[in-house]
């Protein structure tokens, strides 16, 4: 009887658990591969002549090569040197070329369960501002009141300023028509005291320094004479 028991529990164990099995998983890959090749080449010549009183010398090296990842130390270096009736001199060549080859590969992956979702993503996360509310003191942020008051303090601070450019403004207009009125009342004493040349001289000053109330007599003043 008890062995019996035990196998009924064994039977109705397999059998409740047949129907459960682990949930697959899936792995997604996505492989990105850089293939890259360059070529360098260059060469170099060094001279130099030394005699009695003189030399002359070209050449520092060989020169740097702007592509191609060259390598450190030349190749290939020579030269040859002689010594004859109290001048010297050496010559030299220094040679190489050689090329790279190169190849990146990268391979993000994601493991999710069979039928879920997933993503990968690649990205640069650059803020900018798009505006500003100013906050005055004593007030919460984005309160109308605050808003209003500091839009009035805005609107009230340009308006000063285009007071005080309109007021500079019409201080140097009035600043001309007080040259334009001296050169004038110059031009009319010359005219009387028969000197032309200076009367025309302040007419013309008059004309360029008036704002308009005493052109239309300047101008009178100049076709009498025909100037």
Partial sequence: MRHSSVCIAA???????????????????????VLGSSFFEQSGVQWSVQGPNFFAQFGGG???????NPGGAPALQTGA?????GVRGSIGLSMTQG???????TT????TMNGAGGNISAQTLQPFVTGFTPVLAGGAYGSPVQQNASS?????GQQAQANELAARAQA?????QQLAVQALQRAERAELEGNLRMARANYRKALAADQGPLRAQILTRLRQHGW
């Fill in 172 to 176: 140097n207009r009035n600043a001309q």
């Fill in 108 to 111: 993000p992956s994601i493991t």
């Fill in 11 to 33: 039977i109705l164990a397999a059998f409740l658990t047949a129907g459960q099995g682990n949930g697959q998983s899936v792995t997604t890959s996505v492989p990105s591969q």
């Fill in 81 to 85: 040197g002689f010594h004859a009736g």
């Fill in 62 to 68: 060989a020169p740097a090569v702007p592509f191609g």
């Fill in 99 to 105: 090329s790279n080859r190169s190849i990146t590969s």
């Fill in 152 to 156: 009035n303090l805005f609107r009230s």
